[in-house]
């Protein structure tokens, strides 16, 4: 599979993945302008079980990095994401 490259659409408030013809996404709410809500991730069935997600993810987090955006992971596939590679905590937005 051909690494394909994320791309934001603001109106839909959410990432796209195109893969094979589908669409992988991942949507976000902005918390704070530099707070995002990462709330929901959706890969077609087709595209299930080859990695898709977790790609669409890390492009994402590498996103926010590179925009200094912190993050507030509620979709579970997210937090599950990041437990698995702890490198990404530094982008967790601590709540006071």
């Not at 934001?8 to 993945?17: M, V």
């Not at 898709?52 to 926010?64: D, M, T």
């Amino acid at each position: 599979m051909a690494q394909n490259k994320i791309a934001l659409n603001k109106n839909k408030k959410r990432f796209e993945l195109k893969v094979d013809g589908h669409i992988a996404t991942l949507y976000y709410e902005v918390y704070e302008p530099s707070v995002w809500l990462l709330t929901h991730t959706l890969v077609p069935d087709p595209l299930k079980g080859k990695g898709i997600g977790s790609n669409l993810v890390s492009q994402v987090l590498n996103y926010c990095q590179e925009k200094q955006i912190r993050i507030i992971p509620e979709c579970p596939f997210i937090i599950s994401f990041i437990q698995r590679h702890p490198e990404w905590k530094l982008l967790l937005f601590e709540q006071e």
